[in-house]
């Protein structure tokens, strides 16, 4: 299979293509919508190195035993083309127009007002963080930006007094970008083995199978 290695951002329907597929192969331990995916695939490419592909994409499902056992081929390789490029943006985007960048958090509406919801991103960057070797402790300069986001997972905790930004979760969701560019620059100068803009899937479609069934990766999660 080869992967176009675009970086534009995806559009409304293949967003719409993500979500589909999120939620056909959902299970308790898996990202559950795109914006989670926005904000898992953000971590992914902001951490302290690079992370290959088996160790993102099992987590993405949550564990080896809850890789999606395919319909067929094409469905896959449609699916797994719009994760690189989402990625592929997420990066570009961070890197080189940082003052640009955007999380897709979801919308809800009450009483007639549109309100950003943000959990579901701030899930997804911390979970992001635990792929491969997870991220080291931070410096305290740093952390500030990372409580911005732990602030919308543990809320309760941090609202009781343990909230080292001193504001309100509802001002702290304007500051998630410009927290989520920071660590990433953190981490880009610090980084043991810079992670390219552009990435290609380390499993092909002859080698065993990331899920650990010692099966060829064609004749078992991509079938």
Not at 70 to 90: C, G
Request: a negative charge; one cysteine or more.
């Amino acid at each position: 299979m080869s992967i176009p290695l675009s970086s534009e951002p995806l559009s409304e329907d293949q967003l719409n293509v993500l979500e589909d597929v999120l939620e056909k192969y959902r299970t308790e331990a898996s990202v559950l919508n795109v914006s989670e995916l926005d904000g898992f695939f953000t971590a992914v490419v902001s951490g302290p190195a690079a992370v290959g592909f088996d160790d993102w994409y099992t987590m993405l499902w949550g564990a080896p035993e809850y890789l999606p056992v395919w319909n067929d081929e094409q469905e896959f390789e449609q699916f797994f083309t719009l994760l690189i490029q989402h990625m592929n943006n997420i990066a570009t985007m961070l890197t080189e127009y940082p003052e640009d960048f955007e999380p897709l958090f979801n919308e809800v509406e009450v009483d007639g007002e549109m309100l950003l919801v943000v959990e579901d991103w701030c899930f997804g960057y911390m979970r992001g963080m635990s792929v491969g070797n997870g991220w080291p402790v931070l410096p305290e300069d740093q952390q500030q930006y990372l409580s911005a986001i732990i602030l919308h997972t543990e809320e309760d905790d941090l609202l009781e007094g343990d909230n080292p930004l001193q504001i309100d979760a509802m001002e702290v969701v304007g500051f998630i970008p410009a927290a989520a560019v920071q660590l990433q620059q953190y981490w880009l100068g610090h980084r043991v083995e810079f992670l390219p803009r552009r990435v290609e899937p380390k499993t092909g479609r002859n080698d065993p199978c990331p899920c650990g069934s010692g099966k060829k990766f064609k004749q078992c999660c991509l079938h």
